[in-house]
Structure formats: structure tokens, C-alpha cells
């Protein structure tokens, strides 16, 4: 019993507001006494309730034995227009997609270059820290100095924009 109240509790608002409606409309329409009754007349009439039953699904197997035998002789018009329609919607998604793949291939691109620029202001760096490590240097060196530390504070500029 504790079981069952659990998993009443467990069980959403909406299914159990619906299943209180179902219960409140199958009680108004007193379901259960006419099931009742339909049993009651099913056992007491087999041979009818047989009938019906059988007549019922030969009907039913008629009915969808024509409809399938129809579909199939018609003409297939509609499919042909489908097909348009459908390679219509197709070529109309083209642009899109080759749209979409020049966004990727310039993305590519720019990863490319900026991996590239990274790697140039890495190597940078390093002739800095060398020549900025020599003890006696020339006036070539200090020119050299200069320009590289231009250059690395332009690529760490730029590279800082792109994170933004």
C-alpha cells in the first residue's frame, strides 16, 4: 500500500489531473456499467457477437485491400511534383551551404595565419632575449633590438584584438 502511494506522489500533476478528468468523465458516462451490459449481451448471444465481430474485420480488410489496389493504379503526379518541390528546396539550401563553407575555409585560413604569427613572434622573442643577454653590443645589435622589440609589441597588439 505504502508502495503505491509513492508512486503516486511520483507521478507529475498533469497525469494525475488526467487521470482524475478521465475518471470523472468515464463515471458521468457510467462506462462501467455499459461494459457491464456489453458483457453480459456478449455471453449471452456468442453466435451474434461472432458475427459482428467478423463482419466488422472483413470490412476492414476489404476496405483497406481496395484502398491499397487504388493507390496503386493511380497515377504517381503528385510524387513527380514532390520530387520538384523537393529539388527546389535542395538547390535553394545551396548558397547556404556554400556559403557556410567559405566562412570555414577563410576561418581556416586565419587560424592558419595566425598560428603563423604566433610562431614568427615566438621566434622573435627569442632572438630579443639573446641579443638583449650579450653583455658587449654593437650599435647594429641595439638598431636590431629596437626593430625586434617593434615588431613583437605590434604582433602581441595584434593578436590581443583578435582575442577581443
Not at 567559405?102 to 621566434?123: A, C, S, Y
Request: with cysteine; glycine share 4%.
Amino acid at each position: 500500500m505504502n508502495k503505491d502511494k509513492k508512486k503516486k506522489r511520483d507521478m507529475p500533476r498533469y497525469k494525475r489531473l488526467l487521470r482524475y478528468q478521465c475518471w470523472e468523465l468515464s463515471k458521468g458516462l457510467k462506462l462501467r456499467e455499459r461494459i457491464g451490459h456489453a458483457n453480459q449481451w456478449c455471453l449471452s448471444h456468442p453466435r451474434k457477437f461472432m458475427g459482428i465481430v467478423l463482419g466488422l474485420s472483413s470490412l476492414i480488410i476489404i476496405y483497406t485491400l481496395i484502398s491499397v489496389v487504388v493507390s496503386f493504379s493511380v497515377p504517381q503526379e503528385g510524387s513527380q511534383q514532390d520530387e520538384s518541390f523537393m529539388t527546389d528546396k535542395v538547390e535553394s539550401i545551396q548558397p547556404t551551404l556554400d556559403g557556410m563553407r567559405k566562412i570555414d575555409d577563410t576561418k581556416k585560413v586565419v587560424n592558419i595565419e595566425l598560428k603563423r604569427l604566433t610562431d614568427k613572434g615566438l621566434q622573435i622573442k627569442n632572438e630579443l632575449d639573446s641579443l638583449l643577454a650579450l653583455e658587449n653590443k654593437s650599435h647594429e645589435d641595439s638598431v636590431r633590438i629596437v626593430s625586434d622589440y617593434r615588431q613583437l609589441k605590434d604582433i602581441v597588439n595584434f593578436l590581443n584584438k583578435e582575442k577581443k
